[in-house]
Structure formats: C-alpha cells, structure tokens
C-alpha cells in the first residue's frame, strides 16, 4: 500500500480483482516486472482458486492440457497432463506460496462498484459488507479484472415441464452437494458439455446406471491424460527447459488442430468420428457422436484415457439423444415416447456469464455498460482509463491469453514510468471501424449473454483474433505508442 490519502482510505497503484489462475499470474507478473508498484488483490470469496475451489461435482479436471493451461513462469511438475481439480487448486496454492503472492490477498473482498475520477486520476472501489469485513472503500491507479466471466452464484438452469413432480433428487453440477449418496442408484445426467463428459464416466464408476441425456452431441476427442513425449523430455531435459518445450509444443499442436477444422471441417468432422468409432467399436451409433454444427464452432470436449468410452462398453452407461417432454415421478418423459428412469437427476446444462464479477463501472459519475464498449487488444476498454482484464481464449487453454494480457499491462505500466504518464485510455473510432460481437463461438452461454458482452472491432487493434501466435506479437512485442492509446 502506497498511502493513506486525506480520506483515510487506502490506496495502492494496482489493485487486481479476483484470486484464481488469472488472478495469481497477473500478481506475479506485476511483481517481478513492476517491483515499485504497491498492489493487493482482491478476492469475493472466502478462498483462492476460482472456478477450482468453487465447484466440487465428481471428476473435476482441466478441459484443457496443464502445460498450456499452467503458468508461464512455474512448471507443472505432475506426469499428469489431464489434470484433476483438487491437484489444480493445489498447483495454484503452491504457486502463490512460491513467490509470496498469498500475503497479498484480502478475502471477502467483493468489489460492486468501479468509479473512475480524472480529477483524482484514481479508480475508488466500494467492498461489499461481509460478516467478516465491513463495507469499505479503497482507491488505485490502476485496475486489473482478472475475475473470470463465469456467475459463481447464479448457473444456467433452465425450466424444465413438470419438474416438481419427480420424487428423486435433482442437483446442478454448480451446486454439489459433497454428501449426496449415489451409490447404486440410476443417474440422469442432463447435457453434453464438459461437465457432463466428466461427469457421467466418473457417477458410473458406483451408480447403477448413468444415462447422459443429450438434445445434441458435441465433438469428443479421445487423449491420454499423461503425455508421453513430455513425460520423455522431462526425463532427459532440465526441468523449465521440459516445460518450455511441453508449452511450445501444445500451443502449437492446438493452434494447427483449431486452423485445419476452420479450413477443413468436414474432413476433421470424419476424423473426430472414426476416432470415436474405433473406441466403440460395434457399438458406436452415429446418431449420438453427430453434432449438427462444424468442429470448433463450440469448444470440443476431451475424453482422458477413453473414460467415457470405456464406460459405455461396460453398459453402466448409455447416451440417449433426444428431448425432454416433461419430468415424471420416476425420471424422465421423452418427446419420443420412451421413459428414462432416475433415482437422481443432475442438470449439466450450463453455466451463466457475468463480466467484471458484476461489478458497475462508472466513470466521472456516469454508468459504463459492458454492452456499450469495445474491446482494445482483448485487454483494455475504449474510453476506461487505467483499466485492464484477463479474458481467456475459448479455442485454447484460458491462462495462455490472460498470460499474455499481463505482459501486456506491465508494459503499460512501465511506459506510463518511464514517460511520467498517469493515465492510459484507448479511443475507438466508429469511423474508421466497424463494432462485432467480441466473441465469435456459437456455444448456448456466449448467446444467452449477448446483451452483456462487449463488442470488437473489425480490424487491428481492435479485432479479437483468438490466435496466441498474433497475440503474442501484438501484446508482448507491438507497440505501446499507438493512435488509439492515449497518455496522459
């Protein structure tokens, strides 16, 4: 903390919102590159982690590899690639103990309001009251969101006909229930997603049955949790070099998958099918494995070590593509007449965005919603001083982009240094461009928050690209004086 102004409120140069994987590398970089900088963070709940200590359903682990998803800077040292929640959460508490960032947290600290002064050139922030913390204010210079875009409070569950009249019990993946007891009972796990994919293989393991309920199929691609290249190169290369080498060669890997569907999605479409095929055997049925959408157009699901599939082979589960007509006291009424029985009911249908942890931004007194600006580099909002975000990519492990949007920041932050400037702002210009949606992805969550989401623009430096080879170049490599940021 920097000082204590005439208000007696106090005041850091950054203050970062929010302590899960973002949150933990943004601090880090701010440290090491920025070390004159005061920061704290803060966090809304009462634990670091974020998303890895908020949900607790069985079978939680990355959708993403750990030597992309992990940090730049500290290795992942488990063989395992395919991680599991408790060992992520883990990695993200050791990390912060590894380089002091943990002394550096204010829990319970959940930020509802944003105002931005340019008499004072300060951001103060009001602190929700907390049993434990009492309402508050504190001010920054500078403020980084690095709080996900995920409601931790409120998940997607739709309205389903007749849902009271079912006598077992229904639970959304959101709100697990540690002690619910499904052992030997029939499951009805609603949805094709990721949390469903993890989900369904894992419940089957000591239910009965587990029938994964699908209105459509999504893309699955079979991959071994332990990489046996990387686990290869850590026996015979120093440990950050093993690292370097794991990172380069999955973004790569990613980015050339991501490319060949956008340009070839019928033939990776096949692909994906025979591979699903070949673990099924004789048992594979297209109609489950069809999506209607092109690979890529929503986030393809990963299957570790064939866990699914293997469930399936055993009979313990099936997957019933259909839709619901209505619940009954037994389970589930189809639209095509069949009747799928439950003991439990589990709603994987989504999850709910909301940007900034629902923060208000106000700047100069007046409301800034997050409909109405647009988005600089993926990092910085037209016409908000002094403002940064962590937003992942939805093609790609999330931390690669937030990583890169932190190089990003302290860059600023150490021009503004060098320079004598106070205040950073992007200024977009309608003129010269033209405003899209800020995310081109076709998956239910991004269109339910379409009245909520930012807008880009239709070229450089406006243009989000989800691309880390381009963004790369941009954020830690292009140039800090640019037309639309403006010093002061």
């Known amino acids: 903390m920097t000082n204590q102004n005439n208000t007696n409120i106090p005041t850091y140069d950054v203050i970062i919102v929010g302590a899960g994987l973002s949150g933990i590398g943004a601090a880090y970089h701010l440290q090491s590159k920025c070390p004159e900088r005061s920061y704290t963070i803060l966090e809304g709940r009462a634990a670091m982690g974020g998303t890895w200590d908020l949900f607790k359903y069985p079978g939680l682990r990355s959708d993403s590899d750990m030597y992309t998803l992990g940090f730049s800077f500290y290795p992942w040292k488990n063989p395992q690639a395919i991680a599991d929640g408790a060992s992520i959460l883990e990695y993200i508490k050791e990390t912060a103990r590894e380089f002091n960032i943990d002394k550096n947290i204010q829990y319970n600290h959940k930020v509802i309001n944003a105002a931005w002064s340019d008499d004072e050139q300060m951001w103060t922030l009001d602190i929700a009251e907390h049993e434990q913390v009492p309402h508050q204010r504190l001010k920054c210079q500078f403020l980084f969101m690095c709080s996900g875009y995920y409601n931790y409070t409120k998940a997607h ?170 619940f009954t006291p037994r389970g589930i009424l189809l639209n ?39 988005c600089y580099r993926g990092v910085m909002f037209s016409r908000i001083p002094n403002f940064a975000i962590a937003m992942g990519y939805t093609n790609a492990s999330w931390t690669l982009k937030c990583d890169l949007n932190c190089h990003f920041v ?79």
């Open 157 to 326: 569950t739709p309205s389903f006909p007749n849902s009271e009249a079912f006598e077992g019990q229904i639970i959304h993946p959101q709100y697990w229930d540690t002690s619910l007891d499904y052992a030997d009972k029939k499951v009805i796990v609603i949805g094709s997603g990721a949390t469903a994919i993890t989900l369904v293989p894992e419940m089957a393991k000591i239910a009965e049955k587990v029938t994964m309920l699908q209105r459509s199929p999504t893309y699955l691609v079979n991959m071994p949790s332990e990489d046996p290249v990387v686990n290869l190169a850590k026996k015979i290369l120093p440990t950050r070099t093993a690292y370097r080498f794991a990172r380069w060669k999955n973004i790569t890997m990613a980015m050339a998958f991501y490319n060949a569907s956008k340009r070839w999605p019928n033939r990776i479409k096949r692909l994906l099918q025979k591979g699903i095929q070949r673990e099924m055997g004789d048992q594979y049925e297209h109609r489950h494995f069809d999506p209607k959408y092109d690979p890529w157009d929503q986030r393809i699901c990963l299957v570790p070590d064939s866990d699914l599939f293997d469930a399936m082979k055993t009979g313990k589960v099936n997957i019933v593509t259909n839709t619901i007509k209505e």
């Open 336 to 374: 095509s007449g069949e009747e799928l029985p439950a003991d439990i009911i589990v709603t994987a249908t989504g999850l709910r965005l909301q940007l900034l942890g629902g923060m208000k931004v106000q700047i100069n007194g007046e409301s800034k919603p997050t409909k109405e600006i647009v």
């Open 410 to 488: 302290t860059r600023i932050l150490n021009h503004m240094k060098d320079n004598d400037y106070k205040v950073c702002t992007p200024y977009f210009d309608p003129s010269e461009f033209e405003k899209e949606p800020l995310l081109d992805f076709d998956a239910g969550y991004i269109k339910r928050a379409a009245d909520i989401l930012p807008q880009q623009g239709s070229k450089e430096p406006w243009k989000v690209y989800q691309n880390y080879f381009k963004d790369r170049r941009s954020l830690v490599e292009g140039d800090l004086d640019d037309v639309y940021l403006v010093y002061k």
